[in-house]
């Protein structure tokens, strides 16, 4: 079956300007995760959905960053004004349910660079 | 402050030797731990787990070791093959929904 799918695979921007992040789950996982990975780092979380609870967006660096996800489905991070400092791996991953031991699947990432 | 900490940034085995990576943490609250393998390109992908109640699981030649009094866990890998060559992510959590993660070991295997 389809895993998780990001796109874009890869995004070069100049610095100031605005992306957008797009992360489609597994169907029928009610959580999903973003996460950022910048180089010689673990991953770092961002923001968290589950089914219709308000997300826990504790994770954001800043208020130039923002994800929704529609429809329980797909989601979309946005960062605004981009800074060179936002150059990371973006990393989107699903579960069934929120519970801790269901696996958490990963799709294969965005890399942004920020010029 | 790293509340989970992967102290080798690289390690290099024999193909057919045993692999041994190591993870620390500091939190006395997470009960549940993750072990997680990602190649170049492709986001991680998860390989074994253990809770607290546990010190040993085993899942064919990956085993994960805990220590709970020392705040360790480690991953063996035996034999080793070329195809574990990729980088590993040990990951915690304290029950909520949220993991902590390691920043990863490189693990190369030689010929």
Request: aromatic residues 6%; negative net charge.
């Given at each position: 079956g389809a895993g998780v799918s990001q796109s874009p695979s890869n995004k070069v921007t100049e610095k100031g300007k605005d992306v957008e992040l797009r992360c489609d789950p597994i169907s029928g996982h009610t959580a999903l995760y973003w996460y950022r990975q910048s180089l010689g780092q673990g991953l770092e979380f961002l923001i968290y959905f589950q089914?219709?609870?308000?997300?826990?967006?504790?994770?954001?660096?800043?208020?130039r960053f923002s994800a929704e996800r529609t429809g329980g489905s797909v989601s979309t991070l946005t960062i605004q004004r981009?800074?060179?400092?936002?150059s990371a791996v973006y990393l989107c991953a699903s579960r069934?349910?929120?519970?801790?031991?269901d696996t958490q699947y990963f799709g294969p990432g965005t890399r942004l660079t920020v010029l | 402050d790293q509340q989970v900490k992967q102290n080798s940034p690289s390690l290099s085995v024999q193909e057919g030797r045993i692999s041994i990576l190591n993870c620390d943490y500091t939190?006395?609250?997470?009960d549940y731990f993750l072990w997680y393998k990602k190649y170049p390109a492709e986001g991680p992908t998860f390989l074994i787990s253990i809770s607290s109640i546990k010190d040993k699981n085993e899942d064919g030649r990956f085993t994960v070791f805990l220590n709970k009094s020392a705040k360790h866990l480690s991953l063996h890998i035996v034999?080793?093959?070329?195809?574990?060559s990729a980088v590993y992510f040990c990951a915690a959590s304290d029950g909520d929904y949220q993991l902590i993660w390691g920043a990863g070991t490189k693990l190369i295997i030689k010929p």
């Open positions: 089914g219709n609870s308000a997300p826990d967006k504790s994770g954001l660096p800043s208020d981009t800074q060179q400092e936002d069934y349910s929120g519970t801790i031991t | 939190n006395s609250m997470f034999p080793s093959q070329p195809g574990d």
